[in-house]
Each structure stands twice: as C-alpha cells, then as structure tokens.
C-alpha cells in the first residue's frame, strides 16, 4: 500500500506533507508517495533530518488508498488531520 | 470579580515576555521539541491533530464582558473565528500559531487573563459552581476561596512537578453543580451544627480510565485551614504520588492504594506542622479578596411572578425557555439565566466570534457586565433582572441562543473527540449532534426532563461519561469506532458513577439505542421519577434488554 510522510509544522502546527522537491506542503495531494520500502525509508529519513532541523515535528509515515486521483488515509485519525474536521465548522454558531 | 493587582498582573506581564523568549528559541532551534514541550504545556499550549490548541483559564468560570470581547477579537484574529467552552470551564481556540503565541498571551494580559497551568502536571483551572454567589441555596459563595487557591497555587515551586494534573472544584450549595466528587480535591462549604461554616473536604474523586467517587477525609474544617489543608495534601501527593506510570499517577489511585483512612492521618500529621504558618488566611487578607466578590448594586425589586406568568401563557417557547433555562436568584426579583450553547444540531460548547460580542453586549445590558462559564459547556448571566427576562429572550432568540434545553437530554457534554483531540478513538461531537436533533425532532424534549447525556471520544472522560445519566464513551475497535453506553452516572451531590450497558455500537444505532432506553424510562416511570430514581428502581436489565432485544439490529455488533 501506498506511504506518505506527515507531520506538523514547527512554527504553526499545521499539517503536512513532504513534497518530492524536499519541501512541506500542506495539501495531501501534494505530498510524495512511496510504494516500496526503500523510497519510505528514504522520506522517513528526510522527514527526521528536518524534524532536527526544527522544521517539523513527529514526523510519521501513514497508509493511503487512491480513489479517482483523491488521496484518503487509511486511519481515520489521519483522515481527520489530512482533510480537517468532519464537522462542519461553523463560525455563524 | 476578582481584578489584578499589580503583582498579578506583573507576573502575567512577566510570563509572556517569558514565554516569548522561550518560542523564539524553540524557532532557532536553541531548544528540541522534547525540552520545549513542557514550556509551553505549562502555558495551555497544545499540540492536536491539525495546529496548536491554546487552553485559555476561565478562573472558577468567571469572565467579564469586555474579556469575552477580547476572547472574540482572538478568535478572529489568530484562529478560525470561534472558540470552544470546555467542562473546566476554560475556552480553547483550535488553530493558533506558535509564532502567534506569546502575541495572544500579551492580549489576554491586557485583559486580566491567562492560560498558566491550563495543562502540566500541575494544579490546572480551579473550578466552582456557576451559580455562585447567587444561588438561592447557597450556604456560602466560594469564589473567595477560588481566588484565594488560585493565587495560592500558580507558580507555587513546590507543586509545579507533580505526579500528574491536579484539579481542584468548590461549591457552597447543597446542590452540587461544579461535579465536586469527581475532582482530585473537592471542597464543599456548608455549615456545621453550630452553624459555622467551614468546607468538607473530598479527596481521590476523578474520571478517566478509573473513575473514582472522592472519599470525604474531613467533614468540617475552618475555611482560614482551607489552604494549608490542601498543602498538606498536595505534599503527601507530590511525595508518595507513582511518577513510573502515568496511567497510575493521579493522587485517587494513591487513595485507593493505602486507603483513605491511612491518607488522612499522613494529611493530618503534616498538617499539623503547618497549619498555624502563613498559610493561614488572617481576616484581612479574606476581607482584601472578598472586596472583589460584593454584590452588585442591585436595585429593590420585587419578584415578578404574576407578571411573567401572562406572559408565559401567551408565548409557549417563552415559558419553556422560562422553564427550562432560568433559575432562581437569591435577590428579589432577579434571576438567573443560562444560555446554551446546544442548539439541535451545533456544535456542544462552540461560540463563535461575532456570537461573542452580541453575548459581550447583552452581559453589558443585562448582566452587570459579567458572565460565568458552566461546566455543561453553557454561559450564564447570574444577574438578570425579572423585569427584563422578555427583553432579553427576544434578543436572545434573534441570536439563535435562546435554545431552551438546560439539563434536557439535548444539553450534551461533549468533549472535542477525534475530530480534534490527538488523544482521542472516536468521534464524539457527530453523536451530540444526531442526538440533539433525534431529541429536539422527537418532541420529547420536556416530556423526558432531566436527563444528563454526557459523550467522551476517549477513556480520559473529558465529557464526564462516567458521571452522565447516560454516558457514552467512544472506542477504536480494529480501526471503526464504536459507542459504549453506560447508565446511572451523577455528578451531584448524590454522584455515582455510570454501569456498562453492554456491547458497543456503531455510530448509527446511537441515537436509536438512547430513543430505546429513554422510551423504557417512559414507560416505567412512577409519577415524576426522574431518569435516574426509575433506573435505580427497576435496575440495568429492562434497559439491557431494550436495547440489545433479540430481533434488533443492534446485536450486530464488534
């Protein structure tokens, strides 16, 4: 099964992704897929390389499925971090 | 309530340029995160599923008006737009940036707030009965002694490492409304038979994964003990609390361990070398805070009973909202009015931005410019005069917050749950959100009454399931969540905690699961029992059996 990279952003927590130019992204879509050991080894350590260059923290491989070109992790947990909320997050409350 | 002083508000000051300070070498790298997280938990700062979540203190649910208006300007400012009242009577904000961080905490100072010790293992927010100082049963407000605590505990060397998180709540009220029996310390005023007053003292009360009743280990004592007594126990606490497990930290399972008849004598025996210190509260000091804690200027009114009740017989949702939200002042024609924050289908305990300020005007208007934070998520003016209950219905209405439903079965506590919280298994705010709805669309509403539904995401119960009438805990059963309800929770002054019904549910059987249980207590009830007396009465088996029957769909479950 296809691999991401994720993690929160050091200087606003937000979540992202690691991106094949090396940077962090914050859409799903546009973060790098491995589908081999080898390559999530590889973003694994990139992704610990920048957590000790205090660019992010706790970052973590997760498990996606592709539909339709949409990117949806496997664990609702990270459904909920990649996608926010499921709630409609109403600011008229 | 209570204003700053210059040594309050200097160390507040202080603590931002701290915290500052502390940010910026987290930013440059000086310090790792492992080193930096206990920084800023001491400062409420979080890190969830999706930002930073800054945990403001609401001080024994106190706020004033112009510091809702600052809450709302943060909201608008650094986060999404609105903010989120939880069961300690805090507010969190969802999306704020670390960059942001000591920016917000200058603003709150400006404004007499903070978010010091809103997380740590430390003394956390002390909380109180939201109708304090006002409630017609009241023996004794407690806010001073809230004050008094709090001063005494932020920053206090001693206790800023303790085993675990430490959480205080009082009340003065036969009625108990602040869950005293569910917190590390509870403290309770009443009057002895004498008729001094003084606080009992609960000790080892909590939720979590091992929900516990505190155990009363003094029945009286003098309110000026009031803080070396509880020195005295967060020193036998912080001495022989377990730091190897953190699941077994918290001072109830110290309770539970020795007992608490062998607690209170190692608490009385260091009370005993302390009692006569400074930490006795002299008369002057309780008279410098208690100046904070006067009424109002009330005027001289007279209840207006009649004159509410014509009015009452010409608008129905007048007289539910009368019923069902305002309660009793102990000043001649005032009141006191709740305003839930439960509307069917919203959010449970989410306010936003603009909300805020209308609120802001409206405790301006009506409410000598004061609110309180309630534990069941809600807020409350505690000062409303009867003659202006019509008036402030109407506009409260126009803001869609005058949901009548205060400790109905649609005023669900709701911790954040996975939505949220990185702690969390399952979602819980979808389940108040179908339930509410299933409830308000039923119309059975005031037909059913009193009854606490109370939802936690995860087995550290931040929505009190433990203590609901009907609790419901979410869980990850391989990767799907699952609800499991249990019944007979109370958080009052007769608390019990809740018994496992059975097998979880999916999300979908919930709401007809609750209807099952809820139609048998219909059906069953004697007269008007209430939930909780019918479900004592006739025991857990007729609504095991309503709910897991044979040919329901509900047994195709994990």
New interface residues.
Partial sequence: MAKILIANRLSDGLVVFYAADGSWVESITDGQLSYDDATADHLLAAGLADERDNQIIDPCLIEVTENDGKLIPVDLREVIRAHGPTIAVDRTI | MYRYDEFDQTLINERAIQFRRQIAR????DI??DQFKPLRLMNGLY??????MLRINVPYGCLSANQLRRLAHIARRYD???GHFTTRQNIQFN?????DAADIMVELAEVQMNTIQSSGNCVRNITADHYAGRARDEIEDPRVWCELLRQYSVLHPEFSYLPRKFKLALTGSPHDRAAVAVHDIGLRLHHDIRGRPGFEVIVGGGQGRTPVIGNTIRQWIEPRHVISYVEAILRIYNLYGRRDNIFKARIKILVNAIGADKFRKLVDTEWEQIRDTDLQVSTAEFERINAHFLPPDYENLTDQDDELATIRTQEPAFDAWMCSNVAGHKVPGYAIVNIS?K?PG??PG??????MEHVAELADQFSFGELRVNHRQNLTFVDVRQVDLHCLWKQLVALELATANIGLASDIITCPG???CSLANA?S??IA?DLGLHFTNSGKLQQVGNLTINISGCVNACGHHHVGNIGILGVNKR?K?YFQLTLGGSADEHASLGIRLGRGLPRAEVPGAIERIVDTYLATRLDSETFLSTYERIGIEPFRKAVYDPVNPSRRVA
């Fill in positions: 987290r930013l440059a790298g790792d995160e890190l969830q599923l999706h930002a930073y999404k737009g609105f999306w704020i940036s670390l960059t924050l509307a919203r959010i989410d306010i936003s931005a603009n909300k996975l939505d949220y979602r705010i979808p959100q990767g969540e």
